[in-house]
């Protein structure tokens, strides 16, 4: 079974721009859960989607922004890029519930 | 909102000695309890989970204990080996959230 893929792996934008990431999860799983990695904040919650709805969003500015697809795809937008931003954005996929989340290689934005 | 400490944040320790990384949580009603292997470059693993009918679980080196009534759960990891070094992150599953929310992660380096 392929494992949980994003796209792309690593992209450099500039303040003020704003960028979709991409994730993919494993066929079958329709939860599809974003984090953001840091080295001072470490992985911090971003928002949940399962069968194309956001069941939560964690505690980030409106400029982050998700959605999910019929086949559980899922992209993330952020707008108006801050210097702040930079970080591993990572994806994780599950049955939902109290399952197992695995997650993607992640995205490294860097925003200069 | 759910709160997860992780304790030690940095554990040096000699190759063959045990491991123990311990965090605690503030939400009575969380119910699966994973742990995650990172290592440098990487996507976070899954290592071993715990959900909140069971005290202990064991694989192979690895094992994680759960004491419900004083809210910790705790990572042992015996015999260590120098590819036991990584970070290592808690994870505590707020069923109303769906959502998991970490702990800031402990480094583990183990001297051969």
């Known amino acids: 079974k392929a494992g949980v893929t994003q796209t792309p792996r690593y992209l450099i934008k500039t303040r003020g721009q704003q960028v979709t990431l991409s994730c993919s999860p494993i066929?079958?799983?329709?939860?599809v859960s974003w984090y953001q990695q840091t080295p001072g904040q470490g992985l911090q919650f971003l928002f949940e989607?399962?069968?194309?709805?956001?069941?939560n969003k964690g505690n980030f500015p409106g400029r982050f922004s998700g959605r999910q697809f019929s086949n559980s795809r899922s992209e993330m937008n952020v707008s108006t890029l801050e210097l702040g931003d930079s970080a591993l954005y990572l994806c994780?996929?599950?049955?939902?519930?109290?399952?197992?989340?695995?997650f993607g290689p992640g995205t490294r934005l860097t925003v200069t | 909102g759910e709160n997860v400490e992780q304790h030690p944040s940095t554990l040096s320790v000699q190759e063959g000695d045990s491991a123990v990384i311990k965090c605690t949580y503030s939400?009575?009603?969380?119910?699966?309890f994973p742990w995650y292997k990172q290592e440098l470059g990487k996507r976070p693993q899954l290592i071993i989970d715990?959900?909140?009918?069971?005290g202990e679980k064991k694989d192979q080196r690895i094992a994680v204990t759960l004491n419900k009534t004083a809210k910790h759960f705790s990572l042992h990891i015996t015999e260590t080996q120098p590819e036991d070094s990584a970070v290592y992150f808690c994870?505590?599953?707020?069923?109303?959230?769906?959502?998991?929310?970490f702990g800031g992660g402990t480094r583990v380096l183990v001297k051969p």
């Open positions: 939400d009575s009603a969380s119910n699966y």
């Open positions: 994780a996929s599950s049955l939902g519930g109290r399952n197992e989340q695995y």
């Open positions: 066929s079958g799983h329709r939860s």
């Open positions: 715990i959900r909140s009918n069971v």
């Open positions: 994870a505590v599953y707020e069923a109303a959230g769906n959502k998991l929310t």
């Open positions: 989607y399962f069968s194309e709805t956001q069941r």
